[in-house]
């Protein structure tokens, strides 16, 4: 099952390498992974969605809680979070094909953010759900590109990591 | 005050309580060697390789209980030290290895005698540093002994730029360390411990499996009172030798891929196992699957991560063994489970240890048994890795902790002449024996020189048997008697201790046993190496076939 790890880390050097160094020497893998500063400075938040079994995912966990600048660890598969990914899609599109990929991204609250003669640039946010779907939708006109961000989860209401 | 940084570091090391450093100089710590240079307070051993300086520091650690200190160079120094970081690593044992680099400023460029040891060291240290900022120096040493000797101990790397060592600093000493990230717990949660408590009144077939950590944590009085008081049987990894006295009626001695008919067969029958301090590892377990299926286990350990990983755990605590065990004696009452202890001591007398004399034919373990009458079981017993080790751990029964250091879980050969020299250096009253394989001694043979500069006492007995005998001994069993590659062949040990400047001992009949080692423990100005030529084909026995189950053991 995939589950989604919160983790706050000291902000400094040498931290995303020490927890990408443990994934792979635990033989875990990595599925997604975004990692930007907090409202405090001298912290970091890394959200990693991890693919295995219950067993596998707590141990992932302990190890993480034992490299030293790592600051703590939670399993936000079973909380009621939000979350969001971002990602930027270069689309062909004629003449003839643009108004029906604008109609696409509005119907997806996207947005253009860059119009060329034979193509476009749609900035898209939501649920991995959401993203798949409209670059399915899209794919017929010519897909360029697409980077994607990782996924970012944050516990809806009060609580807080 | 002001001073340099490599002023500073030592100043730290001092605050820290440190008395020697195993090194080596080399251009990236020469401002260190220089401060070094006029250091009265600091005994400075100079190894004759890297790896030396690593496995001295852990040996002197695992001997003393207090942080072993090593110092290289940068580059191909540093990444020498490797070995012996992650035999530090995966037994626990605290060290601190300080590393020169090149400067700040060619960094990354592949300069010369460049190496990233803080990216190459990541996963076989507790934690690590590259310092950039001199200033950080002390909070970083501070901080580096605290992470090292705190919680499950471990070997923790400082990487020292030249440059950086070389900057003058404003040195105010550092009083304490505040991580907020790094909270070792000690304490047992009470409500896990009085479950544990519950159980042990309970269990009717209960054994007592104690590991590094009651070492580590100095639990074996605890341990003693436990076992006595509801009269538990007691196994040990390896790593847990010593913890109790062998010889005690309830201990069983050793579990796993070598360990006693007594302690497989009770540990494959106990209704519950209170496993202290204890990895499960792949050597005492044998198949996971198959480990101790009647039994509901205990499993205290400092280290969170260690609980389930190998083995299900019905009641986990986590904290220092020591500490949950003084609360757990706090709850129990006195018990007695006659027919287990009954049944158990008859699996001792019925299966103990044994070989097979055979007229002048050296046997191994009858070398180990004559060094542990010799020495009235109260030398410190270092080991290389291989059949030697097991025949000493079999052999040599101990009667306190930190007597017997060997690498466990790393199982490093070449670890027990320089690791021998830590111990010597940390004990220097004790009687220090390596034994070793004629394989194993010549992995770090050059640290002979440096016992001999340091004029060391150590005894060192080479179970010199022509081969790479616990890899034959597999290929035996296993390969079809195929024996690729084993037969190795050593320099006559007698002209090399002479060229080295021990003394030196041949033994070539049983008979002959005794006599060598009362000669060797005469010597007390220098190391004395004792070459046994043992039965070329003798095998450690008994054995659990790697991934078998451990009710099901190789006898003959």
Redesign the interface.
């Known amino acids: 099952m995939r589950h989604t790890l919160s983790v706050s880390?000291?902000n400094r050097p040498?931290v995303l390498?020490?927890v990408a160094?443990?994934f792979k020497?635990r033989g875990f893998n990595i599925e997604s992974l975004a990692v930007n500063i907090t409202q405090d400075p001298t912290t970091s938040r890394m959200t990693i969605v991890v693919d295995g079994e219950e067993?596998m995912i707590?141990?992932i966990g302990?190890?993480l809680?034992?490299l030293?600048?790592?600051?703590?660890v939670a399993d936000y598969t079973f909380t009621s979070t939000l979350e969001r990914e971002l990602a930027l899609v270069k689309v062909e599109a004629t003449p003839q094909t643009r108004r029906e990929i604008l109609d696409l991204t509005h119907i997806f609250r996207a947005t253009v953010v860059d119009v060329a003669e034979n193509s476009l640039i749609v900035e898209i946010t939501g649920d991995v759900e959401k993203i798949d779907a409209f670059v399915n939708l899209v794919r017929p006109y010519g897909i360029k590109e697409i980077v994607r961000t990782g996924k970012i989860v944050m516990a809806r209401g009060m609580q807080s990591l | 005050m002001r001073m340099t940084a490599a002023k500073a570091l030592v100043e730290c090391l001092k605050r820290e309580g440190v008395e020697v450093v195993f090194g080596y100089p080399g251009g990236a710590v020469l401002p260190l060697y220089d401060v070094l240079y006029d250091e009265k307070e600091i005994k400075h051993v100079l190894v004759r390789h890297e790896q030396g300086a690593a496995h001295a520091a852990d040996g002197y650690a695992r001997a003393t209980g207090k942080v072993g200190v090593c110092i290289a160079t940068s580059g191909p120094g540093a990444t020498n030290l490797v070995t012996g970081i992650t035999t530090a690593y995966m037994d626990s044992s605290p060290i601190v290895a300080i590393t020169g680099q090149v400067r700040r400023e060619i960094l990354g460029k592949d300069s010369f005698q460049e190496a990233d040891i803080?990216?190459i060291t990541?996963?076989i240290t507790?934690?690590n540093y590259?310092v950039k900022d001199p200033d950080m120096l002390p909070y970083i040493v501070k901080e580096a002994f605290y992470?090292a000797k705190t919680g499950r101990p471990g070997p923790v790397l400082i990487d020292l730029p030249v440059d950086v060592q070389a900057a003058e600093i404003d040195y105010q000493p550092v009083e304490k360390v505040s991580?907020?990230?790094?909270r070792p717990v000690y304490e047992g949660n009470i409500k896990q411990v009085l479950k544990a408590v519950e159980a042990i009144k309970e269990a009717e077939k209960p054994v007592l499996f104690v590991g590094g950590g009651c070492i580590n944590s100095g639990a074996s009085e605890e341990v003693l009172i436990l076992a006595e008081r509801c009269q538990i049987p007691v196994v040990h990894s390896l790593m847990g030798k010593g913890t109790i006295p062998e010889e005690h009626p309830l201990s069983l001695g050793l579990l796993g891929m070598h360990g006693t008919v007594s302690a497989n067969l009770a540990v494959s029958e106990c209704d519950l196992l209170i496993a202290i301090g204890a990895r499960f590892s792949d050597r005492s377990t044998g198949k996971v699957s198959t480990f101790a299926t009647m039994a509901q286990v205990i499993h205290i350990d400092i280290?969170?991560?260690e609980i389930?990983?190998n083995v299900k755990a019905h009641i986990p605590i986590v904290g220092d063994a020591k500490r949950v065990l003084q609360q757990i004696l706090a709850h129990i009452e006195p018990k007695e489970h006659p027919s287990w202890i009954k049944r158990v001591q008859e699996w001792k007398e019925k299966h103990p240890m044994k070989y097979r004399e055979e007229g002048e034919v050296i046997k191994p373990q009858k070398v180990v048994e004559a060094i542990w009458h010799l020495t009235k079981g109260e030398a410190v017993i270092v080991t290389e890795v291989g059949q030697n080790q097991m025949w000493a751990a079999q052999f040599y029964k101990t009667k306190y902790p930190r007597q017997f250091i060997t690498s466990g879980g790393l199982g490093t050969m070449g670890f027990g002449l320089p690791a021998s020299i830590g111990v010597q250096i940390g004990c220097p009253d004790a009687l220090v024996f390596d034994i070793a394989g004629d394989g194993s001694i010549q992995m770090n043979i050059q640290e002979l020189a440096t016992a001999v500069q340091q004029r060391l006492p150590i005894k060192i007995a080479i179970l010199n048997n022509g081969y790479l005998g616990m890899v034959r001994q597999w290929q035996e069993l296993f390969w079809r008697r195929r024996y690729s590659f084993v037969q190795i062949t050593a320099p006559d040990f007698l002209l090399l201790a002479q060229a080295y400047g021990c003394r030196g001992i041949r033994v070539e009949k049983s008979s002959e046993i005794e006599e060598a080692i009362k000669k060797a423990l005469e010597v007390k100005d220098r190391p004395c190496l004792i070459d046994f030529r043992i039965a070329p084909e003798e095998k450690v026995l008994p054995m659990v076939p790697a991934g078998g189950s451990i009710d099901k053991m190789l006898v003959d």
């Open positions: 880390v000291e040498g390498a020490r160094g443990l020497r067993a707590e141990q302990k190890q809680n034992k030293i600048e790592v600051i703590k | 803080s990216g990541m996963p507790k934690h590259l992470i991580l907020r990230s790094y280290d969170p991560a389930g990983k």
